[in-house]
Protein backbone atom coordinates (compact mmCIF):
# COMPACT_ATOMS: atom_id res chain seq x y z
CA UNK A 1 0.00 0.00 0.00
CA UNK A 2 1.22 3.36 -1.12
CA UNK A 3 -0.21 6.99 -0.52
CA UNK A 4 -3.49 5.84 0.53
CA UNK A 5 -5.93 8.70 1.64
CA UNK A 6 -9.24 8.46 2.76
CA UNK A 7 -11.64 10.76 4.12
CA UNK A 8 -13.14 10.89 7.74
CA UNK A 9 -15.83 12.44 9.90
CA UNK A 10 -13.93 14.87 12.46
CA UNK A 11 -16.00 16.35 15.41
CA UNK A 12 -15.11 20.30 15.12
CA UNK A 13 -17.52 21.49 18.14
CA UNK A 14 -19.58 20.26 20.43
CA UNK A 15 -23.01 20.77 20.09
CA UNK A 16 -25.17 22.65 22.14
CA UNK A 17 -29.15 21.02 22.25
CA UNK A 18 -29.24 18.96 18.68
CA UNK A 19 -26.31 18.63 16.42
CA UNK A 20 -26.06 20.44 13.62
CA UNK A 21 -24.10 19.80 10.90
CA UNK A 22 -21.46 22.48 11.36
CA UNK A 23 -20.54 20.85 14.32
CA UNK A 24 -18.56 18.19 12.12
CA UNK A 25 -16.29 18.30 9.09
CA UNK A 26 -15.35 15.60 6.25
CA UNK A 27 -11.73 15.89 6.01
CA UNK A 28 -8.99 13.99 4.07
CA UNK A 29 -5.94 12.07 5.46
CA UNK A 30 -3.10 9.87 4.58
CA UNK A 31 -2.60 6.79 6.17
CA UNK A 32 0.90 5.46 7.52
CA UNK A 33 3.14 2.49 5.94
CA UNK A 34 1.50 -0.72 7.11
CA UNK A 35 3.73 -2.32 9.31
CA UNK A 36 4.57 -6.14 10.54
CA UNK A 37 1.75 -7.38 12.95
CA UNK A 38 -0.72 -4.50 11.39
CA UNK A 39 -3.86 -4.92 9.30
CA UNK A 40 -5.40 -2.45 6.67
CA UNK A 41 -9.03 -2.35 6.04
CA UNK A 42 -11.34 -0.71 3.92
CA UNK A 43 -14.75 0.09 6.01
CA UNK A 44 -18.26 -1.16 3.77
CA UNK A 45 -20.50 -0.26 6.17
CA UNK A 46 -20.53 1.88 9.20
CA UNK A 47 -22.98 2.68 12.20
CA UNK A 48 -24.67 5.75 13.46
CA UNK A 49 -25.99 5.24 16.71
CA UNK A 50 -27.87 7.98 19.46
CA UNK A 51 -25.58 6.66 22.06
CA UNK A 52 -22.58 8.67 20.35
CA UNK A 53 -24.62 12.41 21.34
CA UNK A 54 -23.47 11.66 25.00
CA UNK A 55 -19.52 11.13 23.32
CA UNK A 56 -19.95 14.59 21.97
CA UNK A 57 -20.10 16.59 24.99
CA UNK A 58 -16.92 17.12 27.37
CA UNK A 59 -18.67 15.71 30.12
CA UNK A 60 -17.36 12.28 32.27
CA UNK A 61 -19.65 9.17 31.15
CA UNK A 62 -19.11 5.75 31.12
CA UNK A 63 -17.29 6.14 27.57
CA UNK A 64 -14.44 8.93 27.42
CA UNK A 65 -15.61 12.04 24.70
CA UNK A 66 -15.09 12.42 21.40
CA UNK A 67 -11.94 14.62 20.52
CA UNK A 68 -12.18 17.71 18.81
CA UNK A 69 -10.41 17.33 15.57
CA UNK A 70 -9.79 13.94 15.46
CA UNK A 71 -12.33 11.59 13.79
CA UNK A 72 -15.18 9.81 15.28
CA UNK A 73 -15.37 6.37 16.16
CA UNK A 74 -18.10 3.19 16.21
CA UNK A 75 -18.99 0.32 14.56
CA UNK A 76 -17.99 -0.98 11.25
CA UNK A 77 -17.81 -3.31 9.08
CA UNK A 78 -14.74 -4.00 7.22
CA UNK A 79 -12.64 -5.86 3.90
CA UNK A 80 -9.17 -6.43 4.70
CA UNK A 81 -6.90 -5.10 1.80
CA UNK A 82 -3.66 -6.39 3.28
CA UNK A 83 -2.34 -8.09 6.30
CA UNK A 84 0.88 -8.24 8.02
CA UNK A 85 -0.52 -10.15 10.66
CA UNK A 86 -1.01 -13.88 11.22
CA UNK A 87 -4.11 -13.02 12.62
CA UNK A 88 -5.88 -12.08 9.15
CA UNK A 89 -5.79 -12.66 5.88
CA UNK A 90 -6.75 -10.60 2.55
CA UNK A 91 -10.35 -10.58 1.90
CA UNK A 92 -11.29 -11.16 5.52
CA UNK A 93 -14.64 -9.72 6.78
CA UNK A 94 -13.74 -7.68 10.27
CA UNK A 95 -15.89 -5.73 12.51
CA UNK A 96 -14.60 -2.80 14.77
CA UNK A 97 -14.89 0.62 16.72
CA UNK A 98 -13.13 2.61 13.68
CA UNK A 99 -16.37 3.99 11.69
CA UNK A 100 -16.67 7.55 10.48
CA UNK A 101 -13.56 6.51 8.05
CA UNK A 102 -12.79 4.68 4.35
CA UNK A 103 -9.99 2.97 5.04
CA UNK A 104 -7.52 2.29 8.77
CA UNK A 105 -4.75 0.31 9.91
CA UNK A 106 -5.29 -1.69 13.30
CA UNK A 107 -3.61 -4.18 15.50
CA UNK A 108 -5.77 -7.62 15.38
CA UNK A 109 -6.45 -7.27 18.83
CA UNK A 110 -9.03 -4.41 17.81
CA UNK A 111 -10.55 -6.55 14.63
CA UNK A 112 -13.19 -9.37 15.10
CA UNK A 113 -13.59 -11.95 12.60
CA UNK A 114 -16.88 -12.81 10.97
CA UNK A 115 -18.52 -14.65 8.61
CA UNK A 116 -19.04 -13.27 4.65
CA UNK A 117 -21.78 -16.24 3.96
CA UNK A 118 -23.59 -13.85 6.31
CA UNK A 119 -25.84 -11.76 4.11
CA UNK A 120 -26.36 -8.34 4.42
CA UNK A 121 -22.85 -8.52 5.66
CA UNK A 122 -24.27 -4.58 7.65
CA UNK A 123 -26.44 -7.32 9.60
CA UNK A 124 -23.15 -7.21 11.92
CA UNK A 125 -24.09 -3.60 13.16
CA UNK A 126 -27.78 -4.67 13.71
CA UNK A 127 -29.49 -7.64 14.74
CA UNK A 128 -26.10 -9.86 14.82
CA UNK A 129 -23.96 -6.41 15.90
CA UNK A 130 -23.91 -4.25 19.08
CA UNK A 131 -27.52 -3.26 19.10
CA UNK A 132 -28.53 -6.97 19.11
CA UNK A 133 -26.09 -7.57 21.65
CA UNK A 134 -28.05 -4.80 23.39
CA UNK A 135 -31.21 -6.68 22.83
CA UNK A 136 -30.43 -9.47 23.97
CA UNK A 137 -28.26 -8.35 26.95
CA UNK A 138 -31.12 -5.81 28.42
CA UNK A 139 -33.63 -9.74 28.16
CA UNK A 140 -31.14 -11.25 30.45
CA UNK A 141 -30.50 -8.84 32.53
CA UNK A 142 -33.53 -9.35 34.46
CA UNK A 143 -34.34 -12.66 33.22
CA UNK A 144 -37.36 -12.28 31.12
CA UNK A 145 -38.90 -15.68 30.50
CA UNK A 146 -42.31 -17.12 28.79
CA UNK A 147 -45.70 -15.42 29.79
CA UNK A 148 -43.92 -12.34 30.83
CA UNK A 149 -45.97 -9.24 29.60
CA UNK A 150 -43.48 -6.67 27.95
CA UNK A 151 -43.34 -3.25 27.06
CA UNK A 152 -40.81 -2.20 24.55
CA UNK A 153 -40.57 1.75 23.71
CA UNK A 154 -38.82 3.13 20.56
CA UNK A 155 -39.56 -0.03 19.64
CA UNK A 156 -38.93 0.24 15.76
CA UNK A 157 -35.35 1.29 16.26
CA UNK A 158 -32.07 -1.27 16.18
CA UNK A 159 -32.47 -2.51 19.94
CA UNK A 160 -36.08 -2.30 20.33
CA UNK A 161 -37.14 -4.30 17.45
CA UNK A 162 -34.76 -7.45 17.92
CA UNK A 163 -35.60 -7.17 21.71
CA UNK A 164 -39.08 -7.54 20.61
CA UNK A 165 -38.48 -10.40 18.60
CA UNK A 166 -36.09 -12.34 20.92
CA UNK A 167 -38.83 -11.53 23.65
CA UNK A 168 -41.55 -13.07 21.42
CA UNK A 169 -39.15 -16.62 20.77
CA UNK A 170 -38.74 -16.55 24.93
CA UNK A 171 -42.70 -16.76 25.04
CA UNK A 172 -43.85 -13.26 26.13
CA UNK A 173 -46.63 -11.34 25.47
CA UNK A 174 -44.80 -8.35 23.81
CA UNK A 175 -46.14 -4.48 23.24
CA UNK A 176 -44.05 -1.52 21.63
CA UNK A 177 -44.19 2.36 21.28
CA UNK A 178 -42.84 4.21 18.02
CA UNK A 179 -43.67 7.20 16.19
CA UNK A 180 -45.50 6.49 13.19
CA UNK A 181 -48.17 4.18 11.46
CA UNK A 182 -45.34 2.54 9.26
CA UNK A 183 -43.25 1.83 11.95
CA UNK A 184 -46.45 0.11 13.91
CA UNK A 185 -47.07 -1.65 10.44
CA UNK A 186 -43.71 -2.65 10.82
CA UNK A 187 -43.82 -4.10 14.20
CA UNK A 188 -46.66 -6.26 13.95
CA UNK A 189 -46.49 -7.32 10.56
CA UNK A 190 -42.59 -8.08 10.82
CA UNK A 191 -41.18 -8.60 14.25
CA UNK A 192 -44.22 -10.31 15.30
CA UNK A 193 -45.48 -7.59 18.16
CA UNK A 194 -48.92 -8.77 19.54
CA UNK A 195 -49.60 -4.98 20.33
CA UNK A 196 -47.82 -1.58 18.81
CA UNK A 197 -49.24 1.69 19.38
CA UNK A 198 -48.54 5.68 17.88
CA UNK A 199 -47.49 7.28 20.89
CA UNK A 200 -48.01 10.77 19.28
CA UNK A 201 -51.62 9.74 18.56
CA UNK A 202 -52.59 10.05 22.29
CA UNK A 203 -51.49 9.52 25.80
CA UNK A 204 -49.22 7.18 26.60
CA UNK A 205 -50.62 5.88 29.60
CA UNK A 206 -53.62 5.37 27.93
CA UNK A 207 -52.31 3.15 24.86
CA UNK A 208 -50.43 1.23 27.40
CA UNK A 209 -53.33 0.92 29.80
CA UNK A 210 -55.29 -0.05 26.63
CA UNK A 211 -52.73 -2.68 25.52
CA UNK A 212 -52.32 -4.43 28.78
CA UNK A 213 -55.05 -4.09 31.65
CA UNK A 214 -53.52 -5.81 34.07
CA UNK A 215 -50.74 -4.45 34.03
CA UNK A 216 -47.07 -4.98 32.44
CA UNK A 217 -44.33 -7.37 34.12
CA UNK A 218 -41.29 -5.95 32.20
CA UNK A 219 -40.03 -2.61 30.82
CA UNK A 220 -37.81 -2.30 28.51
CA UNK A 221 -36.91 1.98 28.13
CA UNK A 222 -35.07 3.34 25.08
CA UNK A 223 -36.59 6.06 25.44
CA UNK A 224 -37.21 7.72 29.32
CA UNK A 225 -39.11 11.05 30.46
CA UNK A 226 -42.96 10.33 29.63
CA UNK A 227 -43.21 6.92 28.25
CA UNK A 228 -40.95 5.73 31.47
CA UNK A 229 -43.46 7.69 33.64
CA UNK A 230 -45.88 6.17 32.01
CA UNK A 231 -44.68 2.14 32.40
CA UNK A 232 -44.15 3.33 36.30
CA UNK A 233 -47.52 3.30 36.27
CA UNK A 234 -48.41 0.34 34.22
CA UNK A 235 -46.09 -2.01 36.03
CA UNK A 236 -47.08 -4.79 38.00
CA UNK A 237 -46.03 -5.68 41.70
CA UNK A 238 -42.45 -6.92 41.85
CA UNK A 239 -42.23 -5.63 38.19
CA UNK A 240 -38.58 -5.07 36.21
CA UNK A 241 -37.44 -2.09 34.49
CA UNK A 242 -34.35 -2.35 32.00
CA UNK A 243 -32.47 0.68 31.43
CA UNK A 244 -31.19 1.17 28.08
CA UNK A 245 -31.80 4.43 26.96
CA UNK A 246 -33.20 7.92 26.93
CA UNK A 247 -33.40 9.29 23.23
CA UNK A 248 -36.27 12.05 24.61
CA UNK A 249 -33.69 13.61 26.65
CA UNK A 250 -30.16 13.14 24.73
CA UNK A 251 -30.44 16.63 23.01
CA UNK A 252 -31.65 18.67 26.54
CA UNK A 253 -29.51 21.43 27.71
CA UNK A 254 -31.25 21.22 30.78
CA UNK A 255 -31.87 18.09 32.10
CA UNK A 256 -35.59 16.23 32.17
CA UNK A 257 -36.92 16.48 35.62
CA UNK A 258 -37.65 12.94 37.17
CA UNK A 259 -40.65 10.85 36.72
CA UNK A 260 -43.37 11.85 39.11
CA UNK A 261 -44.62 9.05 40.17
CA UNK A 262 -41.47 7.37 40.83
CA UNK A 263 -42.62 6.18 44.21
CA UNK A 264 -43.99 3.15 42.47
CA UNK A 265 -40.74 1.85 42.61
CA UNK A 266 -41.15 1.76 46.52
CA UNK A 267 -44.45 1.05 46.23
CA UNK A 268 -44.55 -2.31 44.02
CA UNK A 269 -41.40 -2.77 44.94
CA UNK A 270 -39.90 -2.97 41.38
CA UNK A 271 -36.15 -3.42 40.73
CA UNK A 272 -34.29 -0.97 37.87
CA UNK A 273 -31.56 -2.20 36.27
CA UNK A 274 -29.15 0.02 34.07
CA UNK A 275 -27.63 -1.74 31.01
CA UNK A 276 -24.52 -1.44 29.26
CA UNK A 277 -23.68 -3.67 26.29
CA UNK A 278 -19.62 -3.66 27.31
CA UNK A 279 -20.53 -5.52 30.52
CA UNK A 280 -21.36 -8.54 28.23
CA UNK A 281 -18.44 -8.40 26.31
CA UNK A 282 -17.40 -11.85 27.96
CA UNK A 283 -20.49 -13.69 26.51
CA UNK A 284 -20.36 -12.60 23.06
CA UNK A 285 -19.63 -16.23 22.00
CA UNK A 286 -22.79 -17.15 23.52
CA UNK A 287 -24.66 -14.45 21.95
CA UNK A 288 -23.32 -15.11 18.21
CA UNK A 289 -24.19 -18.61 18.50
CA UNK A 290 -28.24 -18.07 20.51
CA UNK A 291 -29.03 -15.06 17.92
CA UNK A 292 -27.04 -16.25 14.75
CA UNK A 293 -28.76 -19.51 15.03
CA UNK A 294 -32.10 -17.47 15.40
CA UNK A 295 -30.73 -15.42 12.02
CA UNK A 296 -29.96 -18.41 9.70
CA UNK A 297 -32.96 -20.03 10.39
CA UNK A 298 -34.94 -17.24 9.34
CA UNK A 299 -36.47 -16.71 13.52
CA UNK A 300 -35.03 -13.22 13.51
CA UNK A 301 -35.13 -9.65 10.97
CA UNK A 302 -32.82 -7.15 10.88
CA UNK A 303 -34.43 -4.41 9.31
CA UNK A 304 -32.03 -1.36 8.20
CA UNK A 305 -32.71 1.85 6.95
CA UNK A 306 -29.53 2.82 4.56
CA UNK A 307 -27.64 5.78 3.91
CA UNK A 308 -25.08 5.66 1.11
CA UNK A 309 -22.28 7.52 1.15
CA UNK A 310 -19.59 8.96 4.17
CA UNK A 311 -20.66 12.42 3.00
CA UNK A 312 -24.07 11.57 4.05
CA UNK A 313 -22.89 9.88 7.68
CA UNK A 314 -23.75 13.03 9.41
CA UNK A 315 -26.78 13.58 8.11
CA UNK A 316 -27.88 9.77 9.23
CA UNK A 317 -26.82 10.45 12.26
CA UNK A 318 -28.82 13.53 13.19
CA UNK A 319 -32.25 11.61 11.47
CA UNK A 320 -31.84 9.50 14.49
CA UNK A 321 -33.63 11.74 16.44
CA UNK A 322 -36.28 13.03 14.21
CA UNK A 323 -36.80 8.85 14.15
CA UNK A 324 -36.17 8.70 10.32
CA UNK A 325 -35.02 5.55 10.62
CA UNK A 326 -36.91 2.14 11.07
CA UNK A 327 -34.62 -0.74 12.07
CA UNK A 328 -30.76 -0.33 12.13
CA UNK A 329 -29.43 3.01 10.36
CA UNK A 330 -26.53 2.35 8.53
CA UNK A 331 -24.18 4.12 6.51
CA UNK A 332 -23.04 2.30 3.37
CA UNK A 333 -19.51 3.10 1.84
CA UNK A 334 -18.88 3.79 -1.63
Same mark, same amino acid.
Given at each position: ??????? /?? =????R??????????????????? !?????V????LY????? *?????????????????????????????????????????????? $????R /?????????L??????? =? %?? $???L??????????? +?????????? @??V?????A???V?? &??????????? *?????? @??? #???K??? #????????????? +????? =???????????? *??????????? +? +?? $?????H???????????Y?? /?? %??????????????????????????????? #???? #? &??? *?????K !????????????????????????????????? !??
Open positions: MTDIMSR /EI =QLVSPSGMPTAANFAIATTKLET !LQDGQFVRNMSVDP *YMRGRMSDRKSYVPPFVLGKPLDGGAVGEVIESRAKEFKQGDIVTS $SFGW /EYFIAAPKDHLVSRDI =Q %PL $SAYGALGMTGMTAW +AGLNLVEVKA @GDIFISGAGAGS &VAGQLAKLRGC *YVIGSA @GSE #EKIFLQ #EECGFDIAFNYKT +APILD =QLNRAAPDGIDV *YFDNVGGETLE +A +AL $SALRIGRIISCGGISGNE /EI %PQAGPSNLFNMTIKRLTMKGLIVSDSLTRQG #EFEQ #E &VGG *YFRNG !LKNKETVVVGIEHAVSAFIGLFAGKNIGKMVVK !LD
